[in-house]
């Protein structure tokens, strides 16, 4: 049978994503210069690398010397490795029964919180006469996954009878990111309580690793000796004080074309719902890209685009495919024209952050909307 997705459908539509190769290496480098000399780089990938495309950012992080990558489920892993990735990669969701086998056989590394997993596990090593790596996550008050703290000794002692098991790191996660430092400093306390216990029970781990983007950057000493940066590698700032602190590029850049131009009279309702009409005569365009590449209906009659140099306000509902802007005001404003919707052009800079205040989000979930019909274009 003729495989009939073998061959990429080439579209001609200008919707795509510019993702620039050189500021990755720019922030990755921001980082490194930010820990302490020995602290290696866990670089996490998950959800398509904040929707950078995780295959090439993971190759070009392992060409940096990202020690380790970071997924959050094992099917991400799974493709990086199919795609060639060969640096260690941690699960950092966990895993469940049904993927423990293809776990190990793609040598991916899970994070470990249950006895009962531990058990499955060992057995899996004892039959493949072999040792299966897993880092073990303690709560320390996040309130998410792994063992709870006070919980902790009594774990360590059952898990003394599991075999063929390396704990090759000890990990936790920080709830906070810049208020709050108190609650920061009492989790990073529980976890020096966590590794004092771990290193009395003679557990030796390779690697003790819990602060993401906002810990690394606010409170260095909470490093361990591998840090996890997501966000900062694609160039955004987890809180808005950090960007006083580190200088990091924009990695992406979200862009299109005036597909479609239009002179209207005052009066002329624009989009679905009505929701908006001109106040005067009007040249409106048309731009082929909608909520279902990831432009939120939240931005509908607020966000903006870049033009000329110049902003753009989105006017009427946020359609799947299409929105309209007002560019009445922008002098020259021709069918073709390039159009930013996260990047920078001329003087001006529309940032994921910006979007992410408008609609009441975060950047990280701005990035990770981009549908999957925007192609990734590599630079
Ligand atoms: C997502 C994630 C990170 C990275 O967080 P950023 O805020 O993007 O730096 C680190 N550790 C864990 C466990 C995560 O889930």
């Known amino acids: ?35 302490p000399k020995r602290t290696g780089i866990l670089a996490v990938v998950k959800a398509d690398a904040y929707g950078h495309g995780a295959l090439p950012i993971s190759h070009k992080l392992e060409e940096l010397g990202a020690e380790y990558l970071g997924v959050a489920i094992s099917q991400e892993g799974v493709e990086l490795r199919r795609g060639g990735v060969k640096a260690p990669i941690l699960i950092l969701g966990g895993i469940f029964p049904e993927e423990e086998e293809e776990v190990i056989r793609n040598d991916l590394t899970p994070v470990i919180f249950e006895m009962d997993s531990l058990v499955r596990l060992s057995k899996i090593a004892g039959r493949k006469r072999k040792k299966i790596k897993v880092h073990l996550k303690v709560d320390t008050g996040l309130g998410r996954l792994g063992v709870p703290f006070d919980q902790f000794p009594v774990f360590l002692k059952e898990l003394k009878k599991v075999r063929n098991i390396e704990i090759e790191g000890i990990l936790s996660h920080f709830s906070m990111t810049d208020r709050e430092e108190a609650y920061s400093s ?33 409170f260095t000493q909470y490093s361990g000796n591998m840090v996890r940066p997501g966000i900062m590698l694609y160039g955004s700032y987890p809180s808005p004080k950090i960007e006083k602190l580190i200088n990091l590029k924009p990695v992406l850049t979200l862009k299109t074309r005036i597909h479609f ?55 009427g509902r946020v359609c799947m ?18 159009v930013i ?15 992410a205040r408008k609609i009441g989000s975060i950047s990280y979930e701005v990035l990770c909307l981009i549908g999957k019909r925007v192609p990734r274009v590599y630079r």
């Open 321 to 338: 495919d299409l929105i309209m802007v007002d560019v009445t005001d922008i002098p020259g404003a021709s069918k073709g024209d390039e």
């Open 261 to 315: 131009l239009k002179s209207v009279p005052a009066g002329t309702r624009i989009s679905y719902g009505g929701t908006f009409s001109t106040r005067r005569e009007s040249l409106i365009a048309t731009l082929p890209v909608g909520y279902a590449d990831g432009y939120s209906t939240f931005l509908s009659n607020q966000g903006e685009v870049l033009i000329r140099g110049r902003r753009a306000p989105v006017v």
């Open 186 to 218: 009492s989790q990073w306390k529980k976890f020096q309580e966590v590794l004092a216990i771990a290193r009395e029970a003679g557990l030796k781990s390779r690697y003790f690793h819990m602060a993401n983007s906002a810990n690394l950057t606010f």
């Open 1 to 35: 049978m003729r495989n009939v997705f073998k061959r990429p459908i080439l579209s001609g539509r200008p919707t795509v994503a510019e993702i620039d190769l050189e500021a990755l290496a720019f922030n990755y480098r921001q980082i490194r210069k930010r820990v």
């Open 341 to 355: 919707l996260i990047g920078r052009q001329g003087r001006e800079r529309i940032t994921a952050d910006e979007i």
